[in-house]
């Protein structure tokens, strides 16, 4: 689902959810990025108003320089002049040692506790439907400091409970439920942002903050969307929308080739 904004249409939700991303990263944040929507948020970070924010990828590319945006985890663009060349164990060791400030994954499903599914839908043996699975994204809510969830909403991917915690949030929103379960103390989800709105969490529960009513989204529509009676937090806004520049940016130096449109993949050979 894309909504555009009726106004102008200068930018798309898509465009939506990667500024609101790029908003999360401080000027001195150390990043893990997922593949998708979180690459195109730290970058703009990077070219805006965190360049001094390092940017590590799940298969142990650390980069403190901008990089051309990729398809997959592992290009020679995102390789080249880059700080280091390690691997996937080595940057999971430096977030469990707590070096990792901010983490961003996408999700198949995320339920009201900020679990995210990735697994399956269903029974485990005898799913309706598969996905390809964790990746790094275990390590990543697992062992960064806080962590953004970046998903399309509906029912569906907004259940009550996920079939399956690929990665944990927190876990039964019970308090101290993350640490009993071995996790760092202090660590767990911090925002999920949507096409539709920006949560926040209050004691373990996903709590709609705000809403991208820039792009056509309502209340009303954020609540159709969610699979349980979610709550809204006092201090509810509109999410801030894009900025010209920022759209310039995205467009002129973030992705150039348009790789990523409406925050979906291009064909190769497309661009």
Request: proline share 5%; glycine share 12%; charged share 25%.
């Amino acid at each position: 689902m894309i909504i555009r904004n009726d106004e102008n249409d200068k930018y798309t939700a898509a465009d939506q959810m990667v500024v609101a991303g790029a908003h999360q990263i401080r000027p001195d944040d150390v990043v893990y990025v997922g593949l998708g929507l979180p690459f195109l948020s730290a970058l703009l970070a990077k070219y805006t108003h965190a360049p001094e924010c390092t940017i590590i990828i799940e298969n142990g590319i650390v980069r403190t320089t901008g990089f051309e945006l990729p398809r997959a985890t592992d290009t020679l663009g995102v390789q080249f002049m880059s700080d280091q060349l390690t691997g996937l164990f080595y940057v999971s060791s430096l977030g469990q040692a707590g070096h990792i400030t901010t983490g961003f994954i996408g999700a198949g499903q995320v339920d009201r506790y900020g679990n995210v599914n990735d697994t399956c839908v269903g029974d485990y043996y005898r799913p309706s439907h598969r996905w390809a699975g964790s990746g790094g994204a275990n390590d990543v809510m697992s062992f960064c400091r806080r962590t953004i969830t970046m998903l399309r909403q509906s029912q569906r991917r907004f259940p009550g409970k996920v079939d399956f915690i690929t990665c944990p949030g927190y876990i039964d929103g019970t308090l101290g439920s993350r640490e009993k379960a071995g996790l760092l103390p202090g660590t767990g989800p911090a925002m999920v942002i949507t096409d539709l709105a920006c949560y926040t969490f209050e004691n373990g529960e996903m709590v709609v903050k705000s809403v991208n009513s820039s792009v056509g989204a309502t209340l009303e529509k954020v609540k159709e969307e969610v699979g349980w009676d979610i709550k809204v937090a006092a201090d509810l806004t509109d999410t801030t929308p894009p900025t010209d520049e920022e759209i310039r940016v995205l467009r002129e130096r973030v992705d150039p080739r348009r790789i990523w449109v409406g925050g979906k993949r291009t064909p190769i050979g497309k661009d």
